[in-house]
């Protein structure tokens, strides 16, 4: 015969402060875990979301980013007659050869400079990325000292609105317009025209990277190998969102850091848990003795008793969530290790990451109420009605 649920509730109401102050500090313990699993969240949006399967990305042979060698604008006249590649709104083949550079800026809040990316691209490097939408003004105008901002750089650097200039290469630059760009990596960038950032950073007749859409994904994959098969280029490619993914170790030390932190606590936490089980054992010993005299077997108590410590488990689970809820969103920083750039992403409170941390949370309770019940269980009737 199995001891009601509602036995363990009423239990858990008569001590209100004990259950509030162990289901407090499994909270504090689920609000740590979800933080580190909702930045890693946001940086995974960030990066693998980034990109699109169709496009092809193509580097100098070695080059691990974008940053890290040019090559020569020949080879890109080369990778434009390609078969596979798609054809954009002008009929021409959908090709962009590009450059990346980094800038330092101030932020808004005072709190220093940082890196940011700056790229260079062809007209037809907006249509290669159709999810990135314009927020505010207006594209920048082929030829122009002309630049478009992330709505992010826009929120978090100083001069950074329609109509301020920005200062890199050789000169000013007027910002024209601002993008959304949807939490992708592209968040952390700055657009130009191509040739007008050549000619400011000294790099006529090279490329930092080149980006080929194929008309299909059966079409990238041959792209792709074919661009690195050819031993007259000296290249390298690969799909867009596999160059994205391989970035993602920007937040090894976020990941490493974090869960240190989240099982040092998690283990307090499983303690305390434990601690207020072992009280309600002593506190209720002659309680006990008497489910066991009206008939309730020993099975029956344990898991009676385990089920109370999984149901302290799950209120700091809700109460956990529900502190972390106002941060769902908040955005921050981090160095791209890739790029040395910083990269902006969200704090990102995904379905998997909740149910995860509830899962967090019911490990806690178990290992926090196992020993107590099984104590509870194995007491003798005749010296636990003494007590």
Known sequence: MAIPISYNVRNMKLRKGL???????????VTTAIFIMALLAGLQKAFVTSGNPLNVLVLRKGSTSELTGPFPSDNFQVLKTLPGI????????LVSGEITVVIVLPRKDGSGEVNVTVRGMMQD????????????????TPGQREVVVSSSI?????????GDSIEFGKGQWQIVGVFDAGGTAYESEIWGDVNQMTSDFDRQGVYSSAYLRATDPVAAEALKNRVTDDQRLKLDSMLET???????????????????????????SSFAAMNTMYAAVAYRSREIATLRVIGF????????FVLEAILLSLLGAVAG?????????????TQNQTTFSEVVFGLQMTPSVVLYAILF???????????????????EILAALRD
């Open 154 to 162: 826009h929120r978090r650097f100083t001069h950074a609105n329609v």
């Open 361 to 379: 949370a019911l490990i806690m309770g178990l290992f926090g109420g196992i020993f107590p019940a099984w104590h509870a269980s194995r007491r």
């Open 297 to 304: 077997s020993r099975p029956s108590i344990l898991t009676s």
């Open 19 to 29: 259950t509030i102050m162990t289901a407090l500090g499994i909270a504090l313990t």
């Open 125 to 140: 490097g907006l249509e290669l990325r159709p999810t990135v939408k314009l927020a505010q003004g207006r594209w920048f």
């Open 242 to 268: 596999e160059y994205y993914a391989k970035q993602t170790s920007s937040g090894a030390v976020i990941r490493l850091i974090g869960w240190i932190v989240a099982v040092i606590m998690a283990i307090g």
């Open 86 to 93: 798609a054809n954009d709104r002008h009929g021409e083949p």
């Open 321 to 333: 969530i529900v502190l972390m809820l106002p941060f769902n969103g908040m955005t921050t920083g």
